[in-house]
């Protein structure tokens, strides 16, 4: 049997989607699986040793229109070579719609999309509702569904490379940082909405350095991200306790970066699930963002359910992980609610300091 998996996501939904790949070899071991993804979310998935082929999509920002088609049709070629015995769309975009038509298969399987019914209906064999649990827990849900599969308990597993290891800790060393002795924080995401006022990620990061730790602060490389970052560090007392590597690491130094923290503070992002991943304890700050579907899981706990572990809304443990969300009626909104264009942060992001502190401290000390 030859299997095509399609997930064309963001970073943190590739890298929760591995236990549900994962699965599928467990259960079916003969079975040759291929998989699709985006180029910026590929490092979390590239060492996987169960995947027999990845199909990698790569967008060239500065190329012409011309080049762009060549690219892709000649992308499209490579991927019609195959013929499939089932076809897996885990993410029902335009993009995934198109692949899934153009390959070779006798079965499609996908997750249904009201607003894209007639496309899919003349392209999948059978379309699923997943119930509203947690991002990892629907994909096993749907991977259950298509091969039939008992539940299993879900864990997380980042592979990782021994020589961005080496990288990662020349970049700690010429930083004077000891392993277990900082905590990562990183408090940006491509979506503005979901991070918090500068002064809190500042008072945050004071708190951490009085109580013994240094600060590694991270982020991308956007422009946008870096100007906040940099207003993180005018703004933080003990500067010399602080380092800041926002836009300066690769994804896979990252990796080994938080692997050797003693734990993670940030927001609803993917490094806080690449945390989680490598075990390490994360406290998180969601905002209009829901926790039901993407607060960090713990792999130490033995989940024995399609059942979300997180609440709607509120602060909450689940395992050694810590989420921090009020709980408002309008939480989590997903961006919906007015106040998000009326103020810079999102004020359910607005938050009392000295009681976001109270909460690290039953978590921290």
């Not at 939904?13 to 993804?37: G, N, Q, S």
């Not at 909104?333 to 009326?342: L, N, Q, R, S």
């Amino acid at each position: 049997m030859r299997i095509l998996a399609i997930k064309l996501k963001q970073i943190g939904d590739v890298l929760l989607w591995e236990p549900a790949l994962r699965k599928i070899k467990t259960f079916l071991p003969d079975a040759e699986l291929h998989v699709l993804t985006n180029d910026y979310a590929f490092p979390v998935i590239k060492n996987a040793p169960y995947v027999d082929k990845f199909f990698v999509i790569s967008k060239k920002k500065n190329a012409s229109k011309l080049e762009r088609l060549r690219v892709n049709l000649s992308f499209i070629k490579s991927l019609r070579k195959y013929s499939y015995d089932v076809v897996l769309n885990f993410s029902p975009g335009d993009r995934s719609h198109l692949y899934s038509f153009l390959v070779k298969a006798k079965e499609k399987f996908s997750y249904f999309s009201p607003k894209k019914e007639k496309v899919q209906r003349r392209i999948f064999s059978k379309l699923y509702t997943p119930p509203n649990t947690h991002t990892i827990l629907q994909d096993l849900w749907f991977v259950d569904q298509v091969f039939d599969f008992k539940f299993t308990p879900p864990k997380v597993r980042l592979y990782l490379n021994s020589l961005d290891e080496k990288r990662a800790q020349n970049i700690l060393k010429n930083s004077e940082i000891l392993e277990e002795n900082y905590v990562v924080i990183h408090p940006v995401a491509g979506w503005f909405l979901k991070c918090l006022p500068v002064k809190i990620i500042a008072g945050v990061t004071d708190f951490f350095v009085k109580n013994g730790l240094k600060v590694v602060i991270t982020s991308g490389g956007a422009e946008r991200e870096l100007r906040y970052v940099k207003e993180v560090f005018e703004l933080v007392k003990a500067k010399k306790c602080v380092i800041n590597l926002a836009g300066k690491v690769s994804l896979e130094e990252l990796f080994w970066i938080i692997k050797k923290c003693r734990f993670f503070f940030g927001i609803d992002t993917a490094p806080m699930h690449i945390a989680a991943a490598l075990n390490k304890p994360v406290f998180a700050v969601f905002g209009p963002t829901g926790k039901h579907n993407w607060g960090p899981w713990d792999n130490d706990v033995e989940w024995k359910s399609y059942e979300s572990p997180y609440e709607q809304r509120g602060s909450q443990f689940f395992g050694k992980h810590f989420v921090y969300q009020k709980d408002w009626d309008c939480v989590p909104c997903g961006g919906k609610k007015k106040c998000i264009y009326d103020v810079k942060f999102s004020k359910c992001l607005d938050i009392n300091l000295e009681d976001l502190i109270n909460h690290l401290k039953l978590f921290f000390c």
